[in-house]
């Protein structure tokens, strides 16, 4: 099944959306397989962020993504890469269409609330460096 990395970062955390986001998806009808709340190092953003080196904003992205606690999660769902990308909206919420998260509740690039993963490649890393394969569970297949 294919899987995504979604987090809320730390401006959603603090603004109380974390059950906004992640009702969306669940009622999209995308599963839930592993969440935390936690604080980022900044060994672990650099990681994270680290296609992002070179830019200019990459000192700014890695204090602002470890200055609070982050809801991480993973999703699982056909098409849940490309679909979450889509309910996220642009990664610019000036770009943004309403009804996306980004384009619903922020305004700022560098405060735009969630990130998630581009591709089936990225998910694969960013859920490996963010959850353990024990974090992470089955779902019946009975139901
Ligand atoms: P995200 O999807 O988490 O991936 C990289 C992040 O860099 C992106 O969301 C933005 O929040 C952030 N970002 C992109 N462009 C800028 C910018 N010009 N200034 C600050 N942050 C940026």
């Known amino acids: 099944m294919e899987k995504t990395f979604l987090m809320v970062k730390p401006d959603g955390v603090q603004r109380a959306l974390i059950g906004e986001i992640v009702s969306r998806f669940e009622k999209k009808g995308f599963q839930l397989v592993g969440a935390k709340l936690m604080s980022i190092s900044k060994e672990l953003a650099e990681t994270h962020y680290g296609e992002h080196k070179e830019r200019p904003f990459f000192g ?20 849940v890469v490309a ?13 943004g269409t309403p009804g996306t998260i ?4 922020s305004l700022a690039v560098n405060r735009n609330v969630i990130h998630g993963s581009d591709s089936n490649e990225s998910a694969e890393r960013e859920i490996g460096l963010f959850f353990k394969d024990e974090e992470l569970v089955e779902y019946s297949k009975l139901m």
């Open 83 to 95: 679909l979450a990308r889509q309910m996220m909206g642009a990664t610019n919420p000036k770009d």
């Open 102 to 105: 980004r384009g619903d509740y």
């Open 60 to 79: 700014d992205l890695v204090d602002f993504i470890t200055s609070g606690p982050v809801f991480a999660m993973v999703w699982q769902g056909e098409n």
